[in-house]
């Protein structure tokens, strides 16, 4: 498998701060986005529409998944 482990800088946390205030995120989900964007990442699949008001980011839902 083709996997890359990416460690959580000083730089990610301070990203994620200023992303929790201008698109409201949740702690765990703004670091997410400040890794993706440290690492120059911008495609995202997820059932978390919490994610669709970034915007630099692509998202991709899974169709497999039940709305319950």
């Not at 301070?14 to 997410?32: C, F, I, M, Y």
Request: proline letters at 1%.
């Amino acid at each position: 498998m083709n996997i890359t482990i990416l460690v959580f800088t000083s730089e990610i946390v301070q990203t994620s701060a200023e992303v929790r205030k201008s698109v409201g995120l949740l702690t765990n989900d703004s670091l997410h986005v400040a890794c993706m964007h440290t690492n120059g990442l911008t495609k995202l699949a997820t059932a978390n529409g919490d994610f669709d008001h970034v915007r630099e980011l692509e998202i991709y839902k899974p169709t497999d998944l039940n709305e319950s």
